[in-house]
C-alpha cells in the first residue's frame, strides 16, 4: 500500500526494520554465533526503535487515542513488548532458543500491523490536518541523529 507523504518518514524506518529482521533471520538460519547478533540487537534498538517509537507515541499515538482507541492501545503494548524482548536478550545468555531468536518475528509482526492497521487508520483521522501531521513527523524525523 502506498503511504501518505505524511507517513513516509515512518514507513522508511520500517523498511529498515525489515532489513534488519531478514539480517537476524539469515544468521538463524545459518546457525550464525548468536553474541554478536545480540550486541547488534541492542544497537538497533538505541540508534533505531527508541527514536522511532518516540516519534510514533508523540505524533501518531495522540491520533490514535482519539479516534481508534483499540489500534492505540496494541501500539503501545508492543512497543512495550519489544523493549522487554531486547532487554531480555541483552541480559540473557546469547543464544537463538531465547529472546534473541524472537526478536526478528516480533519485529515483523509489529510492523506489518503498523503499515496494515495503524498507519492507514492515522492517515484516515488525521483527515484535514494531514499537511500538519506530515509537518511534524519530517521535522522530527529529520531533527534526530543519524543511526549507527
Do not use: C, K, N, Y
Not at 71 to 88: F, G, K, P, T, Y
Request: net charge negative; glycine share 8%.
Amino acid at each position: 500500500m502506498r503511504r501518505s507523504d505524511a507517513l513516509e518518514p515512518l514507513s522508511h524506518d520500517h523498511h529498515a526494520g525489515l532489513v534488519f529482521v531478514a539480517r537476524l533471520r539469515a544468521a538463524q538460519r545459518a546457525g550464525d554465533d548468536p553474541a554478536p547478533l545480540a550486541a547488534e540487537v541492542a544497537a538497533f534498538w538505541r540508534g533505531h526503535l527508541v527514536p522511532h517509537f518516540q516519534d510514533e507515541e508523540a505524533l501518531v499515538l495522540p491520533l490514535l487515542e482519539r479516534g481508534a482507541p483499540a489500534l492505540a492501545a496494541q501500539m503501545l503494548d508492543e512497543h512495550r513488548q519489544i523493549r522487554q524482548l531486547v532487554e531480555a536478550a541483552s541480559g540473557a545468555p546469547a543464544g537463538w532458543g531465547g529472546p534473541l531468536g524472537s526478536v526478528a518475528g516480533v519485529l515483523a509482526a509489529h510492523i506489518r500491523f503498523e503499515e496494515r492497521q495503524a498507519f492507514p487508520a492515522a492517515e484516515r483521522l488525521a483527515g484535514d490536518a494531514l499537511a500538519d501531521l506530515r509537518t511534524r513527523i519530517h521535522d522530527a524525523h529529520t531533527s534526530r541523529p543519524p543511526s549507527p
